[in-house]
């Protein structure tokens, strides 16, 4: 990405993410409370142009949606919200597929709003499913997913090339070639 990591923000202390922010010197926080006063001293102190949340499970108070975006393991809208994340959506998704309801799975990038998982998706790509998976299967393929496309399509919208007004869905902008990621 051509950007510069301000902080890192997590609510858990054994992560290898800390491991991985002090190796290359980023400051971080390891987050206990999440009330909106909270949140925002976080944005105070680091005062980053864009928040990314990557296995985030808490919902977002206060933080501006023009510039918080969230990768989601699953179709948007309808494997969402809370409750739905990691391996919860894949058995849904699983469940789904075995009662013939859809054949694919998604990774999904989204603008965060104060109602989870419900700004509008600016990223989709197809993961699809196959008879012998199971959770931890399809998990692992969008996790390997996941972890392809973030920085690229986070770049995107460090670049501007994807943006949205923070209100009205009808703002969203994405690349033309992108569009068929939607």
Known sequence: MNATIVGLVTNKDDYDCIRRARRLGIPYVIMKSFDAE?????IDRFTPDLVVLSGWLKLTKC??????INIH????YDFGGKGMYGHHVHQAVISAYHEGILGKSEVCMHFV??????GPVFFRYPVLLRPEDDADSLGARV????????SYITNLVIQGEISWDGKNPASLRVPEYMKRFL
């Not at 909270?38 to 976080?42: A, C, E, K, S, V």
């Not at 393991?73 to 948007?76: A, D, E, F, K, S």
């Not at 709003?113 to 419900?118: A, E, I, N, R, V």
């Open 63 to 68: 933080l501006d949606p023009r510039i918080t």
């Open 143 to 150: 996790n390997k997913i996941e972890h392809g496309w973030q």
């Open 113 to 118: 709003t104060d109602k989870y998982d419900l």
């Open 38 to 42: 909270d949140y925002q001293g976080i």
């Open 73 to 76: 393991p699953g179709p948007l």
